[in-house]
């Protein structure tokens, strides 16, 4: 909406549903393909450059070297492309870069995070690397820490806080959801037009009006209790019944965390 269908170009390694297909122009990208990457971004002239590439959290366990390689060797491609071609370079970092170390209430853009998921500690790589590639070579990096994100368009990608968005779909589909986490499990969450929001602001931000590369962002917190009490009133025979994973509940230890910098 702001700069035009023809102007934003999507990429990913799966076939897109039609709906996505024709709102504007797509194509096959892979981030491990370096030699791609460079011909993308010289053919298509692009400018900006928003990466998404990641295994979440949970996927992120189950398939270590997997993750290894799309969150840390594909990071890596992406870094030397935007400093090369010099682009201004978005990469969304995440809560889960926190640790059970690090303060809460509030928790400040800089402090100890020492996360325990592969995922987290790939991100904490790629705020670290991104600021590295600023000040070296003077790359336009720009990056957000991002909660849980709420979107009716998309389904769930394997991160801890996805059963925010499968709570729903259940609902309406089954009237019925069977949660992996504990019902006082409190975690951050944003509706996905505030991330989109805040995203844009700070990548139109001046560059002299940014004193860090890397930004909390905050909206809301609750717990599954709470989001299914909110659901009854829409869907009255709605049922809920835990299933904890071990797994999934180790990930989400933040019960009462709240983040401060870049609010929305």
């Not at 897109?16 to 491990?32: A, E, R, T």
């Not at 295994?55 to 270590?64: D, I, K, M, Q």
């Not at 790629?126 to 009716?152: K, N, Q, T, V, W």
Request: some cysteine; aromatic content about 10%.
């Amino acid at each position: 909406k702001r700069f035009g269908k023809d102007s934003v170009i999507l990429s990913d390694i799966k076939k897109p549903p039609d709906h996505v297909f024709h709102s504007g122009p797509f194509i096959y990208s892979d981030i491990l393909d370096y030699k791609s990457l460079r011909e993308i971004v010289v053919n298509k002239r692009i400018t900006w450059l928003f990466h998404y590439s990641a295994l979440l959290s949970a996927v992120g366990e189950a398939n270590v070297s997997l993750a290894r390689a799309v969150n840390i060797t594909g990071l890596h491609n992406i870094l030397d492309v935007a400093a090369e071609h010099s682009l201004r370079l978005f990469v969304p970092s995440t809560i889960g870069a926190f640790g059970p170390t690090s303060p809460r209430n509030p928790t400040p853009d800089l402090c100890i995070q020492r996360p325990r998921t592969i995922y987290g500690v790939s991100k904490v790589h790629a705020e670290l690397m991104g600021e590295y590639y600023h000040y070296r070579y003077g790359l336009d990096f720009r990056c957000l820490r991002y909660p849980g994100i709420i979107s009716a368009d998309s389904q769930p990608g394997g991160g801890t806080t996805d059963y925010a968005v499968q709570i729903f779909q259940d609902a309406m589909k089954h009237g019925k959801f069977e949660c992996n986490l504990e019902a006082h499990t409190r975690l951050p969450m944003m509706y996905i037009d505030d991330c989109l929001r805040a995203t844009l602001e700070v990548m139109e931000a001046p560059a002299e009006s940014l004193s860090m590369r890397t930004y909390n962002v905050s909206a809301m917190s609750f717990t599954p209790k709470e989001l299914a009490q909110e659901v009854l009133k829409h869907v009255p025979e709605f049922q809920i019944t835990y299933n904890v994973d071990a797994i999934r509940q180790a990930i989400g230890w933040y019960p009462a965390f709240t983040v401060s910098s870049w609010k929305t």
